[in-house]
Structures are given as structure tokens and as C-alpha cells.
């Protein structure tokens, strides 16, 4: 492996220390390499917190002047919750900057980098962006399309069902995939179901990876009618974060208020046909500074979202077990497509053996 790469290899993995503290900030991890030798690791640890740069520059273990640092994300040239690192790398004396991708962040966007040519230091882009964009996939759609990355979830049978027909679904995939799965609620800021998956599972919707308490992400339940039962767990259980209910101006005044007096958050989207309005909904999710989203089903808002196009990627689970049955649930219901030339198709596909079980992963490519 070339130089450059097994550094940035190893800021990627620094980077991978904040997942699911630093959102809706990037993931980022540096590293200083004088004399070939690494004298200081640091990451972005969590929202607020330092930059990895500066982080890198503190935890240094002798003088970087003269040093290369290596980051997975061009450093920043902006006054926000912190001062621009570009700056201090500058002050620092660092001779070398290698970044794997230039920030996306409008308020920086090659102008982290432009400092520091400015300074006179010199500066390598592009070493390993692809496996970088692919680290930072949610916070590069949060700050360019100002949405939150949307993430479809399923669990099914070789025979593509997500319950039996009489409804049970516990459980359709492994101990290992239902780990993976806690451990995604763990990293995104929200999870999404429709209220018909909380009438028939009452599920909590809280992170609990390796068992353990996590950290718990949003709850929304896209419910335009306002059927949610007042004592369902996502609204009851006070141990996890806040609860959002999707809603319309369809929901009665009554449940409304009983919702907000149990301190659910009410967003009313008017979609069409009497839908919540899924985009709409997006906006306001950004709004609230949510840069990624989970979606566990069921069905019939998995047909919602991808029709309304906001679904970025896919994971599905699959479970070598066959239960059969016309009228067991499938992941996606909605009306589904006419001809198989029209089918939604996923790109960049990856599939990843979890015990029995096998996740296959991509990215919904919208014509
Ligand atoms: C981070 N951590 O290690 C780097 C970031 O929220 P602020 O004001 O601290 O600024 C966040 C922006 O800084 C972020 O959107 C990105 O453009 C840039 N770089 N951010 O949170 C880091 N290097
Ligand atoms: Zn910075």
C-alpha cells in the first residue's frame, strides 16, 4: 500500500470512533506523521467537541512543526462552533496536509484547502475519497441537498415476507442481524415507522446495541390520521428520546391534544391523497437538524418513500427460513409496478453474512 493510503487508512478508522455522537457534524479522524513516525492521533469525538485537526494537534506527543497531516476531510475554514482549523494547522508549522475529500459544506468547499496553499504549505487531495464519501455518505447529502440521508431497513424470508400471515415476526433474522440493526440506531439521529408497524408490534424503537443502553435515536411515527394508541411504547417509554408524529390536519383535536400533553412533537404535512407528505417532512426533519433517518417498514410507508424518491440506500436482511402464506407482509406493499422494466434498482451493491443470515446492501438508483 502506498504511504498516503495506509495514513489515511488509519485516519478513516480515527474518524470511525465518532459514530453516531458527532451528527449532524461529518466523521472525522487526523494524524501527524513526522519522520515517519506518528506522533499524534486524534477525532472528532462528539457534536461540539474539537475538530479531529485540532484534536490531532493537541494530543501531539513531540513538535509537529515540519509534520504531514493526514485527514479524511479538508480542514475547515469557517468560524462556526469552533474556530477554522486551517488555522491552527497553519500556526501549528505543519509542512503537509494530505485530504481524502474536500468538504462539501458550503461554507468551506475548497476554501479550507485554499488557506493553506495560501500559507505556503503544501496539500494532497483525493487520497481515498471513495472509501471516504462512502464514510460520510449522511453528512454529504445533509449539507448539499439539506435533507437527512434515508436509510430502508427490512428483515424477510427466502420467501420475501417480513411476518407470517396470522403477523408474527418475532423473529424473522438472527441474534447477529438484530445486533447490526441496534447498532445502526445507535449511529443514525431518527428511526421511522408507519403507525399500522406500532399497531401491530408496539415496538420501543430505542438503540440497544450489544445489549446495552445506546444512544437512542428520534422516534417518528408518520400517522396521517392520528391512530396512534395514547399508550403505545414510543410514547410512553420516557427512557429513550423524543417522539415525532407525522401527522395532517386529519388528525381529531382531542388526540392532538392528548399527544402534546404526553410531550410528543406534532409536525401536520398535508400530502396528497390524505398521506403525510413525505418530502415535506424531510424538510422539516433537516430543519431540526436530523441527518439521517431510518426507515423499519412497514410495507406501505416503504412503497410511500420510495415512491416519493426519498429513500438513499437499502439494507436488507435476509433469513434462510420459508414461511409462505398469500397474505403474509412483504417489505414493500403500495400498489407496486406494472412491467419489470420499470423495477427500482439498486446500485453499488454489497452483501455482508451476518451468522445465517445475509445483508445486502445499495443504493436506490432513481431513473
Ligand atoms: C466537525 N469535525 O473534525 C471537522 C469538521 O459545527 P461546527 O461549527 O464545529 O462546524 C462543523 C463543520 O466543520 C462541518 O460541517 C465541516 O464542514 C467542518 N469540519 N467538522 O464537526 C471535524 N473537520
Ligand atoms: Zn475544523
Not at 73 to 97: D, M
Not at 284 to 301: A, H, K, N, P, R
Amino acid at each position: 500500500m502506498e504511504k498516503n493510503e495506509y495514513y489515511m487508512k488509519r485516519a478513516l478508522e480515527l474518524a470511525a470512533g465518532g459514530w453516531g455522537r458527532t451528527n449532524p457534524n461529518p466523521l472525522v479522524g487526523a494524524l501527524i506523521v513526522k519522520n515517519g513516525e506518528i506522533i499524534a492521533e486524534g477525532c472528532h469525538e462528539k457534536l461540539g467537541g474539537a475538530h479531529a485537526e485540532v484534536a490531532a494537534l493537541k494530543n501531539a506527543r513531540q513538535d509537529v512543526k515540519g509534520g504531514t497531516l493526514y485527514v479524511n476531510l479538508e480542514p475547515c475554514s469557517h468560524y462556526g462552533r469552533t474556530p477554522p482549523c486551517a488555522e491552527a494547522v497553519i500556526k501549528a508549522g505543519i509542512s503537509k496536509v494530505v485530504i481524502a475529500m474536500e468538504d462539501p459544506n458550503p461554507k468551506v468547499c475548497g476554501k479550507g484547502v485554499e488557506m493553506l496553499k495560501n500559507a505556503g504549505i503544501e496539500t494532497v487531495t483525493g487520497v481515498l475519497e471513495g472509501e471516504a464519501r462512502r464514510l460520510n455518505e449522511i453528512f454529504i447529502k445533509y449539507v448539499t441537498r439539506k435533507q437527512p440521508f434515508v436509510i430502508l431497513k427490512a428483515a424477510m424470508t427466502l420467501d420475501g415476507k417480513i411476518a407470517t400471515a396470522g403477523g408474527d415476526s418475532k423473529w424473522i433474522s438472527g441474534e447477529g442481524s438484530r445486533q447490526q440493526v441496534h447498532l445502526l440506531r445507535d449511529r443514525v439521529s431518527a428511526i421511522m415507522v408507519g403507525v399500522d408497524t406500532v399497531l401491530a408490534d408496539d415496538p420501543a424503537l430505542t438503540a440497544r446495541p450489544g445489549g446495552e443502553t445506546g444512544n437512542d435515536p428520534v422516534r417518528i411515527i408518520v400517522d396521517s390520521k392520528g391512530k396512534i394508541p395514547i399508550d403505545s411504547r414510543v410514547i410512553n417509554n420516557e427512557a429513550a428520546a423524543g417522539t415525532i408524529l407525522a401527522t395532517t390536519s386529519a388528525i381529531e383535536a382531542g388526540k392532538e391534544k392528548l399527544l402534546l400533553e404526553k410531550g410528543v412533537r406534532l409536525l401536520k404535512l398535508d400530502g396528497p391523497d390524505g398521506h403525510v407528505d413525505l418530502e415535506g417532512l424531510l424538510e422539516q426533519l433537516y430543519g431540526l437538524e436530523l441527518d439521517s433517518v431510518l426507515l423499519e417498514g412497514g410495507g406501505g410507508l416503504n412503497a410511500a418513500a420510495l415512491a416519493a424518491g426519498i429513500v438513499d440506500k437499502a439494507m436488507i436482511f435476509i433469513a434462510p427460513k420459508i414461511i409462505g402464506g398469500r397474505d403474509a407482509k412483504t417489505p414493500v406493499e403500495g400498489d407496486g409496478i406494472g412491467l419489470m422494466r420499470d423495477a427500482l434498482r439498486l446500485g453499488e451493491l454489497s452483501i455482508v453474512r451476518f451468522e445465517e443470515d445475509i445483508l445486502i446492501e445499495g443504493y436506490i438508483r432513481y431513473k
